[in-house]
């Protein structure tokens, strides 16, 4: 879990709005491919 705190400490390659299917895989890709990822959701279902 990211503190808002962390925000000013850490740079992203990549920030991903929204936490679904999509999002998420995206996220896991970049990942893989060894960048920096954040991913920003909201938590509530659809």
């Known amino acids: 879990m990211v503190r808002m705190t962390d925000q000013l400490e850490n740079s992203y ?10 999002g998420l895989n995206g996220a896991l890709m970049l990942a893989r491919s060894r ?8 938590g509530a279902p659809p």
């Not at 960048?35 to 909201?42: K, N």
């Open 13 to 22: 390659d990549v920030v991903v709005v929204g936490g679904g299917a999509a």
């Open 35 to 42: 960048r920096s990822v954040a991913v920003i959701d909201s």
